[in-house]
């Protein structure tokens, strides 16, 4: 069975810095891409980052770009996001996915498991 358990979320003040965590177990990474998504209330799931697991190559959604930095530790099959001067736009549930399925239209479908997700929320 595969599991994905995210951790990190937290409230912060806009400026600061958090470290989401994404631990997966029961799943083989072998060539597979691996993303961060977010909700925020109100609106629809978005991609947000993801990196191939095998060749660490990275994709970023263009707001997050030079905030944002995905990482993976291979050995203890753990994705990070290690998010940098945090807006109040940043606010929402982020959720980490694996086992891609290919580019669809409705994001949800685009990984085969997901975590139950965790809050961010940014003051300003």
């Known amino acids: 069975e595969v599991q994905v358990v995210e951790s990190g979320g937290d409230l912060v003040q806009a400026g600061g810095s958090l470290r989401l965590s994404c631990t997966v177990s029961?799943?083989?990474?072998?060539?597979?891409?691996v993303g961060w998504y977010r909700q925020a209330q109100g609106k629809g799931l978005e991609w947000v980052a993801a990196?191939?697991?095998?060749?660490?190559?990275?994709n970023y959604r263009e707001p997050v770009k030079g905030r944002f930095t995905i990482s993976q530790d291979k050995a203890k099959n753990i994705l990070y996001l290690d998010m940098n001067n945090l807006k109040p736009e940043d606010s929402a549930i982020y959720y980490c996915?694996?086992?891609?399925?290919?580019?669809?239209?409705?994001?949800?479908?685009?990984?085969?498991?997901w975590g139950q997700g965790t809050q961010v929320t940014v003051s300003s």
């Open positions: 996915a694996c086992g891609w399925l290919g580019p669809k239209t409705n994001p949800r479908l685009q990984y085969k498991y």
């Open positions: 990196i191939n697991w095998s060749d660490g190559s990275r």
């Open positions: 029961g799943f083989n990474f072998s060539g597979s891409g």
